[in-house]
């Protein structure tokens, strides 16, 4: 089975920036020419996440916030404690939600449901130049 890889950047602005990335994705399945399969897309480091959403203003607000009750800022992590950055909060959201994501194609098409888009989700505490890793399997 033919496999494609793709990489592509984005700068972000941390602090639970989320980004559609699924115009791009689409680019690079069509580029592939493959038609049925399996797509993966993946965020290299550990304070960043890919997933899927309603890119919508009000859902994705309530993404952040719901991120921020379950990993607040401001509270003890043992990670800022060790290394002084500050960002442990990052570290335990971007774990929470995983650093890739597949999706099935069928006729050169994702499945996603109508109102799902694919996100990146950059939690660090500072902006920071994101490195996507897009590979396709398929036939």
Known sequence: MPVKSYTF?????????????????????????????????????????????????????????????????GIHYNHDARWGDGNGFAHVRAALIGPSLSVPFCDGRLQLGTWQQIVLIDFDNRPRAREVRVQIIGE
């Open 9 to 73: 950047h984005l700068d972000t602005e941390g602090l639970n920036d989320v980004r559609d990335l699924t115009l791009q994705i689409e680019g690079f399945l069509k580029s592939s020419r493959l038609a049925n399969g399996i797509l993966t897309a993946f965020v290299p480091g550990s304070t960043a996440a890919v997933t899927t959403i309603e890119f919508e203003q009000g859902a994705v607000e309530d993404l952040k916030t719901a991120i921020d009750r379950l990993a607040p800022r």
